[in-house]
């Protein structure tokens, strides 16, 4: 993965190595992440399925049709990519000394696919964090509740993907406040600014 120089040439090679997991292989993944947060009050436990199996399942589609339509972006990969691939390979090499390290490695492969290929955050838009924050997308700008929190945590996603510490509240109602500010800051400008 690491010789990928282009978005085309790591997809090319994502392609090929998605392959080699089956359609199991990810339902299984995703029952291991259930019986995770099995422990997690109902109501956030559901909202973070939901999006746990958009970011497995939504990502798999993703990537198998646009490697198999063709794709021929010869952007240049991000300059995090290589101390991803580093970290991968660091993390593959710890898991497999307790277990089989295949469902990690499928975890890497899909988080490459949608933050460096795709360039969007690992976690889809919508996915909740205890506190009630979730991931957002602000005026092109994607936002992370917790993004700056996982220091402590070996192996995250959260220093390769492009989301950024929010600076303001990602709360869902957040949104639906921005979306109305900014309307009613349309609304003035336009009226300020008529010359009709």
Known sequence: MQRAQTKAELLAFLGQEIELFDLHDIEKMNACFTRKVAFLPEHYRERLLGKVREQIFGAHHRLLLVARNGYEDGSPLHPAFPSYCAMVAAACTEKAREKDPRPLYLKYLLAAFTMFVLEEPAHPVGTPFPGGQIVDVWEGQYLCPVRE?????????CPYCPAVQSAIPTFPESRAAREESRRRECLANYWTNYKG
């Not at 929190?149 to 996603?157: R, Y």
């Open 149 to 157: 929190q996982a220091g402590d945590v070996p192996f995250a996603l």
